[in-house]
């Protein structure tokens, strides 16, 4: 069912599209998002009047502008900063190259464009104490530039505060002395920081509490620019934190814009787990919340409260819709994504996907990859596929993937016996499987489709040498394994789907794919 262009339905950006940051250029709205280890980098979503958003572009298309080929998975680019400001775009971002020991790398940098669409400049390196970086541009045209410091020391919190320091524009580079401005709430583990004026107070918006069930937005103020910060009276303004009964959980990490008739709007991101549980299969989406300025100078969620709701009131704008996407994407579309680079080995001719085999599914280098988010629980994938192998280690055919530990994969290979046959791999928590075991199913030279039926907990795999007649391959698996919140690694991402070829051998085996048709039981933004 529709809802009346009154509303404002969340998540607005359903899928992998977490730490939302937002920008306003005259009627426009642009919201950037983490990509991680998934290429293109960052993300950007349009919209005319909040309520309906499109793909617009991402800013980090280039390999000049994002290296990421060897990052583990949830590394790249963490936490993007839009802004506008005299007629150019500013992008600050993390590429985050080790997150899992007790030091992190995490090097920082800045592109700027006159277009949203780009050109983007070949970026600059700013520093790398933290991650999470911001620019805020002050009214008397002085820029300064804040992250988060992470602290390795033993008997020490690792999220040592957020810090400010002058970015000089012609130089390139931070200058002055960096200032610890505010070491976060009571909530703790302060990150994300943006920074605004209003009526004479520096307002500093924060995420706190970890990027889980204890995620915050909070909110804190200062008449000087480096402080002290005084925390909001009813802090935090969000939060999903003790309420299990919510549809949208993990609410923080947010941003705010302000529309040409003074209306407040705060993008966040958020989580909606499998029914009973706590797996986030769909990973962080954004979500969006109308807030107000009270006579106190502090925001308060309209409607009291700070939990996030479902539905909100759209603002006064004209609705400006975009079409619907089809549920066959040409190859070129921006809503296709590779891992770590999107490099030679994957070929678009016409209109068919040329894969030239690659390392593993759980390669940090050289995939062979191109996928879609996963959008809803309930969805169904097909793809019609043409390979050859000439070795059991050469494969190709349809993914669900969540990182190099989480996967289900329904592939195409060789057996000495068979030939031509279909195996399942999957992969929990790094330890793989092969559902099938030796009863492998034998497949006729030609063409093979191949589906997967995404319900809640369960993936079914189904297979045809027709396109019309489709046999059940398999068990059912466990597509909540899929999930950030699933293993014992940390996990920021959101599942995909697609079409992988792999050739063990180094010899490049192609595979060809017609289409990925995805049909989904909601509106795929």
């Known amino acids: 069912m529709l809802l009346p262009p009154t509303l404002i339905e969340n998540p607005i950006l359903p899928g992998f599209n977490p730490d939302p940051s937002i920008c306003r250029v005259g009627e426009d709205y642009y919201i950037a998002t983490s990509t991680f280890e998934w290429f293109p980098g960052v993300q950007i979503h349009h919209s005319r009047d909040l309520v309906n958003w499109r793909l617009l572009t991402h800013a980090l298309q280039e390999q000049r502008l994002l290296d990421l080929r060897g990052v583990p998975s949830s590394g790249g680019v963490w936490a993007p900063a839009l802004s506008y400001h005299d007629g150019v775009f500013y992008l600050c971002y993390t590429v985050v190259h080790q997150l899992n020991s007790v030091t992190k790398d995490t090097p920082n940098y800045l592109t700027t464009s006159e277009q949203i669409e780009g050109p983007w400049s070949d970026p600059v390196f700013i520093n790398s104490s933290g991650f999470d970086p911001s620019l805020f541009h002050d009214d008397d045209g002085k820029k300064y530039w804040l992250n988060m410091v992470w602290d390795h020391r033993p008997d020490h919190h690792p999220f040592y505060g957020i810090v400010l320091q002058e970015y000089d524009e012609l130089q390139k580079c931070l200058v002055g002395k960096s200032h610890l401005i505010f070491k976060g709430s009571s909530i703790g583990l302060t990150e994300g920081p943006h920074l605004y ?3 004479g107070y520096y307002y500093l918006l924060t995420a706190e509490g970890g990027t889980e069930y204890g995620h915050a937005a909070s909110l804190a103020r200062s008449r000087k620019l480096l402080g002290p910060y005084e925390v909001h009276p009813e802090n935090p303004i969000l939060t999903s934190a003790g309420d299990a009964t919510l549809k949208l959980q993990k609410a923080g990490h947010a941003s705010l814009v302000e529309t040409p008739q003074g209306e407040w709007y705060m993008p966040h ?9 706590k797996r986030c299969n769909l990973g962080r989406e954004t979500a969006l919340q109308k807030m107000e300025w009270k006579p106190d100078d502090w925001l ?4 009291g409260g700070n939990a996030p709701q479902e539905r909100v009131t759209a603002p006064n704008l004209p609705v400006h819709r975009w079409p619907e996407l089809p549920e066959r994407l040409p190859f070129d579309s921006p809503h296709y994504a590779s891992l770590r680079g999107r490099n030679d080995r994957v070929e678009i001719e016409a209109d068919r996907l040329i894969l030239r085999g690659g390392e593993s599914l759980e390669s940090n280098f050289d995939q062979s990859l191109l996928a879609r988010r996963v959008v809803s629980q309930q969805i169904k994938t097909t793809t019609a596929m043409v390979f050859h192998p000439e070795s059991f280690q050469q494969m190709a055919g349809l993914v669900f993937y969540y990182n190099t530990f989480l996967f289900h994969y329904l592939y195409l290979s060789l057996d000495e016996e068979l030939g031509n046959c279909l195996q399942i791999h999957s992969c929990d928590d790094g330890v793989s499987s092969f559902p099938l075991g030796s009863e492998l199913v034998s497949v006729a030279a030609g063409p093979v489709w191949l589906r997967g039926v995404l319900s809640d907990f369960e993936l079914q795999f189904f297979w045809s040498q027709d396109g019309d007649r489709y046999q ?19 996990g920021f991402t959101g599942s995909f789907v697609g079409m992988a070829c792999q050739d063990l051998t180094g010899g490049c085996a192609a595979a060809e794919f017609e289409y990925l048709e995805m049909n989904s039981t909601v509106l795929v933004k």
């Open 197 to 199: 004026r209003r009526n």
């Open 472 to 490: 059940l391959i398999g068990p059912a698996l466990d597509a909540s394994l899929l999930s950030d919140d699933y293993g014992t690694r940390w």
């Open 269 to 277: 991101l958020c989580g909606r787990p499998l029914p009973g549980s």
């Open 300 to 303: 308060y969620m309209v409607g």
